[in-house]
C-alpha cells in the first residue's frame, strides 16, 4: 500500500512537471512568428521552420532558460520581426500610443464641431431678430420715398 502511495504522488509530480513545460512552451509559441511563413505565428504554424523553433525552445527549456531568455534569443536571431507584439520601447510606443492620441484629437475636433453647431444656431436666431428690424426699417423707408415721390407730383 505505502509502495502504491508513493508511485501515485511520483507520478502526480511528474505529469504537473511536464505540463509546467508544455505551459511554458506554449506561452514562449504564441509570441513568436514562425521565420519561415512570415506573419504566422508559431503556436499555429506547422511547417520545417516552426518545427526547427520549436526543437530550439525545447532545448533551452530543458537547460532551464526562462521566456524572456529565449525569447531574446530569437530576437537577437531574427530581429524584432519575429515577436508576434512589437517591444514597448523607443519608436515601438507609436503604436501602442498612436491610437489614444488619435482618439483625442477625434474627440475634441468633435466637441469643437459641435459647440460650433450649437453657436451657429443661437446666432442665426439672433439674425432672424436683425432681419425683422431690417424688414420694418426697409418698409419705413419705402414709405417715406413713396411720400416724398407723392410730394413732387403734387408740387
Given amino acids: 500500500m505505502r509502495n502504491m502511495w508513493i508511485l501515485l504522488c511520483s507520478l502526480l509530480l511528474f505529469s504537473q512537471a511536464a505540463t509546467a513545460q508544455a505551459l511554458t512552451r506554449s506561452e514562449v509559441e504564441k509570441n513568436l512568428i514562425c521565420y519561415a511563413c512570415p506573419g504566422e505565428p508559431l503556436n ?10 520549436r526543437a530550439e525552445i525545447d532545448r533551452r527549456l530543458s537547460l532551464g ?16 520581426t519575429i515577436l508576434t507584439a512589437p517591444p514597448q520601447k523607443g519608436f515601438n510606443l507609436v503604436a501602442y ?18 459647440w460650433k453647431w450649437a453657436t451657429a444656431g443661437k ?3 439672433g439674425r432672424g431678430d436683425e432681419d425683422a428690424e431690417g424688414a420694418a426699417l426697409y418698409r419705413d423707408m ?11 407730383e403734387n408740387d
Fill in 97 to 114: 500610443a498612436a491610437p489614444f492620441v488619435g482618439l483625442l484629437i477625434g474627440l475634441v475636433v468633435a466637441v469643437m464641431f459641435v
Fill in 123 to 125: 446666432i442665426s436666431r
Fill in 65 to 80: 532558460q526562462n521566456k524572456e531568455t529565449i525569447l531574446e534569443y530569437f530576437v537577437q536571431k531574427f530581429g524584432d
Fill in 142 to 152: 419705402e414709405k417715406q420715398v413713396e411720400d416724398e415721390l407723392e410730394k413732387l
Fill in 44 to 53: 499555429i504554424d506547422r511547417c520545417g521552420g516552426g518545427d526547427q523553433m
